[in-house]
């Protein structure tokens, strides 16, 4: 297969052989890949700095049709993210960012929009008051783009509009979102939301700055985060292990 160009975020890197690694990529164009960069310990290896976990770098690699190893021919750093040095909460977040591209994605299938997202995302970890909310919304973001989003206006299960009765409103977390008062009833698995918090779900799954908005207590928050937490362990098959 020939080479390809693309950029890449570093999520895992594990030593093989003498100098070897074998690295786990998240790129724009390829989607995930696992490649090995032969010699990537040596001293003055074509690979230095390009391989730092949760760095975005430039690389070429050659994919492999059968189930061996991708191989990586270039790795050059782009972009560091400096808050993830100095802020160990802001590092923690951004390792999370990476367990969900590695346990949500297939190998070499590409989701461009979720890299820029996870991109963005890494860049502004360091503003602690926005990072919780930040973080959501990535989740939301991957379970859009994996065509998984939970349905927010109208019932999961038979498509009727769903209304807010009594301030409360019913979330299937195995089903996929919001049901009606009367399929609310055949499924297991569903928590009661107040309708300010599926307006914050909302707000968090929409483009626009209305999420800044957003009571960022965690007392406030906390619906929504245990909501989009449930939907994200239903779909993985078990709790993200680094969920902050
Ligand atoms: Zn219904």
């Not at 590695?102 to 989701?111: F, Q, V, Y």
């Not at 909310?133 to 009727?160: K, N, Q």
């Not at 779909?235 to 969920?243: C, S, T």
């Amino acid at each position: 297969m020939p080479a390809h160009r693309t950029l890449a975020l570093v999520l895992r890197t594990v030593e093989v052989f003498e100098t070897s690694v074998v690295a786990t990529l998240f790129t724009r164009e390829l989607g995930k890949v696992s490649a090995l960069a032969k010699g990537a310990r040596r001293p003055r290896s074509a690979f230095q700095g390009g391989l730092d976990l949760l760095g975005v770098s430039d690389i070429v690699v050659f994919p492999k049709a059968s189930e061996a190893l991708d191989l990586l021919a270039e790795a050059a750093p782009i972009e560091r993210f400096a808050s993830l040095r100095r802020d160990l909460a802001a590092l923690y977040a951004g390792f999370y960012i990476a367990e969900l591209l590695n346990d949500l994605t297939d190998l070499h299938d590409p989701h461009p929009r979720l890299f820029d997202a996870a991109r963005i995302t890494l860049r502004h970890l360091g503003e602690s008051d926005l990072r919780s909310r930040r973080i959501l919304r990535f989740e939301l973001a991957c379970l859009r783009e994996l065509g998984l989003m939970p349905a927010l206006d109208a019932c999961a299960h038979c498509g009727a509009a769903v209304v807010v009765q009594g301030d409360t409103v019913w979330f299937g977390l195995a089903t996929g979102g919001v049901l009606c008062e009367t399929c609310r009833a055949g499924h297991a698995a569903v928590a009661a939301l107040s309708g300010k918090d599926l307006e914050a779900i909302r707000a968090l799954a929409s483009p626009g700055r209305a999420w800044r908005e957003l009571d960022a207590s965690s007392a406030g928050l906390a619906p929504a985060r245990d909501t989009v937490g449930a939907v994200l362990s239903h779909v993985l098959g078990h709790r993200p292990r680094l969920r902050p």
